[in-house]
């Protein structure tokens, strides 16, 4: 089957052919209404904590959808806010858009940001491994932090220093600068969560969203360097119809949130 992507001819509204799961009602992204969110007590007293160990971030890859920094996930760990057991780090990613007015994945009170980071846990109270946990509804939690312009962003400048040497997909190579994920992690911890999926496919509904409010900054020229990732191999012609194969956009458009429940952690 055609690889799916974020063209006219793979992108989002053709996945569910290959993926019916995408077109199922637990999907991700959705728009944040704010004015729908309800506060939690539960969640106020089980403080959100992690442990990240910056050593164990391995490699960054181009997947061909993005950047993807894969992680040992020993060592990590991420528990509390609405999570029973403890989830571990597997990976982290970003999604842009093809100008810094939209490309993030969720929306607040309908307004995109210019990007969305996604550090992405399996459970490991529960599964082996992160594709076990990813076929089960509790198996994966994913971080979001919503990135908006401005200063640029010295931990996240450790990845885009990368970016020239797995500028084809399908290549990878060594993080020797330890990246530490908790960096890269907003001041305040308000979050709002949510149940939903992944939002690639094939967009499994195994994913317990925790999407924090406070947006941290990127700059424009960081942002650029992500649109340089191509997304086609090297030595093959793009088969995308993208200007020239470049990953200048790989966000995913909302889907209802429907009659899930959207609660909020913090103001
Ligand atoms: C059955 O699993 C197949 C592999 C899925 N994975 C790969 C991603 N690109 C990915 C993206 C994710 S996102 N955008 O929902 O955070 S989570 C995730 S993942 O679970 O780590
Ligand atoms: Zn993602």
Not at 194 to 208: F, M, R
Not at 241 to 256: A, C, F, H, K, M
Request: with cysteine.
């Amino acid at each position: 089957a055609a690889e799916w992507g974020y063209t006219k001819r793979n992108g989002p509204f053709t996945w569910a052919k290959n993926y019916p799961t995408a077109a199922g009602i637990r999907q991700s992204p959705v728009d944040i209404d704010t004015a729908l969110a309800t506060s939690d007590s539960s969640l106020e007293s089980k403080p959100l904590r992690w442990k990240y160990v910056p050593q164990n971030t391995r490699t960054i890859v181009n997947s061909g959808h993005g950047w993807r920094v894969d992680v040992d996930s020993e060592g990590s760990e991420l528990v509390g806010g609405p999570l029973e057991g403890t989830y571990k780090l597997q990976q982290f990613h970003c999604h842009w858009g093809s100008s810094s007015d939209k490309g993030s994945e969720h929306t607040v009170d309908g307004q995109s940001y210019a990007a969305e980071l996604h550090l992405v846990h399996w459970n490991s109270s529960k599964y082996a491994d992160c594709g076990e946990a990813a076929d089960y509804p509790d198996g994966l939690t994913v971080l979001g932090v919503l990135l908006k312009v401005g200063a640029k962003n010295p931990e996240l400048q450790k990845v885009i220093d990368l970016i020239p040497s797995i500028s084809h997909r399908g290549e990878k190579t060594e993080v020797k600068e330890a990246i530490d994920p908790a960096k890269m992690l907003p001041k305040t911890l308000s979050y709002w969560t949510y149940l939903g999926s992944l939002t690639v496919p094939p967009c499994n509904e195994s994913v317990t969203w925790i999407l924090f409010k406070e947006p941290v900054e990127v700059s424009e020229e960081q942002l650029a360097a992500f649109r340089s990732l191509r997304c086609y191999k090297r030595g093959e012609e793009c088969p995308c119809d993208e200007v020239d194969g470049l990953l200048i956009s790989n966000y995913r458009p909302t889907l209802p949130l429907g009659t899930r429940e959207l609660r909020e952690c913090g103001s």
